[in-house]
């Protein structure tokens, strides 16, 4: 069926090395895509988002790439810092959808060395 | 500015009770949503409010679920007679407007654990 869904559960990464999570997603309709970071105990924090007329866009350390083709969604962060540890998730909403209901994935984990 | 709060942080319930949340969004957002996130897993659309109206409820999962937003801000979700299966952490999140490119902001959660 449709869905939204992670290559890896889990990421360790080198404080200072770049990270980078990726996302599938099998719904060739889905036109705006979002990468969340959340923390133990927190709710879903916005961290950037793309819309299916783009190929990539950039924001403070984070960059997201979208390759429509082999529907890929991936999430660069440069310069990795302890406080980049959290699970990630990509995010997808579909124009049709009357309103802004996410569909999201399960989830990366990343953790960041020292 | 405050963010989005939900009461209780945490809820714990017996088999069978009924249980309120309660979700207060970012003032002046007039759309609310639900989710539910069980561990290990990403959230999981549960209903969507424009205003006052529910205008997608097609993620509660059974009609022991039941939300309302009767003035367009505060939003309780009701969950009747629980069971094991609905331990899980609500989340709720509001968008200024609902257009599907709105920024959705999300509180910390309601931990439920039904016993």
């Known amino acids: 069926g449709e869905s939204v869904g992670l290559h890896l559960p889990t990421l360790s990464v080198q404080e200072g090395d770049n990270s980078i999570i990726n996302c599938a997603y099998s719904n060739s309709a889905s036109d705006y895509f979002i990468w969340y970071k959340q923390e133990s105990g927190k709710g879903p924090q916005f961290i950037i988002d793309i819309r299916s007329n783009m190929d990539k866009r950039q924001g403070q350390r984070v960059t997201v790439l979208l390759n429509k083709t082999v529907k890929h969604l991936s999430l660069q962060i440069a310069a990795t810092q302890p406080g980049d540890s959290a699970v990630y998730f990509c995010a997808e909403n579909r124009i049709y959808n009357q309103g802004g209901k996410l569909i999201f994935g399960q989830g990366t984990e990343l953790s960041v060395k020292p | 500015g405050a963010g989005v709060s939900q009461t209780p942080s945490n809820k714990v319930t017996e088999k069978g009770k009924y249980v309120e949340l309660r979700c207060d969004p970012i003032s002046g957002h007039t759309a609310l949503y639900w989710y539910r996130q069980s561990l290990g897993q990403g959230p999981e659309f549960l209903i969507y409010?424009?205003?006052?109206?529910?205008?997608?409820d097609s993620g509660l999962p059974n009609d022991r679920f039941f939300a309302v937003r009767p003035e367009g801000s505060v939003s309780t979700l009701k969950i009747q007679r629980t069971e094991r299966g609905d331990s899980a952490v609500y989340l709720c999140?509001?968008?200024?407007?609902?257009?599907?490119?709105?920024?959705?902001?999300f509180g910390p959660g309601t931990r439920l654990t039904v016993l």
């Open positions: 409010f424009q205003g006052t109206g529910a205008a997608d």
């Open positions: 999140a509001s968008t200024e407007s609902g257009f599907i490119t709105d920024t959705q902001y």
